[in-house]
């Protein structure tokens, strides 16, 4: 399977200056080590944050049905 970093690219909203942009498996092994989530889980907003914690999902989504 040939990687398709440059078409993840162009779908990808992350905002931070970041060479694993693109190459979502190891954007999410790198965050996933980190107990996080990949910056396109939160909406705009709060992507720019670039806070990519479990805890500020949960927050986000606390109260949403
Ligand atoms: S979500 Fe994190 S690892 Fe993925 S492209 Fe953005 S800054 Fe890089």
């Known amino acids: 399977m ?3 970093q440059e078409a993840n690219k162009a779908k990808c909203p992350c905002t931070y200056p970041c060479s694993r942009r693109g ?3 190891e954007c999410v092994a790198y965050h ?3 107990g996080e ?6 909406p705009p ?6 806070d990519r914690s479990i805890a500020y999902f949960v927050r986000l ?3 949403r049905r």
């Not at 989530?37 to 939160?42: D, H, K, R, T």
């Not at 907003?45 to 670039?50: C, D, F, L, P, Q």
């Open 45 to 50: 907003e709060a992507e720019r944050t670039y």
């Open 61 to 63: 989504h606390q109260g």
């Open 32 to 34: 996933r080590s980190r």
């Open 37 to 42: 989530l990949p910056g396109c889980y939160f």
């Open 2 to 4: 040939e990687c398709k």
């Open 23 to 25: 190459l979502c498996c």
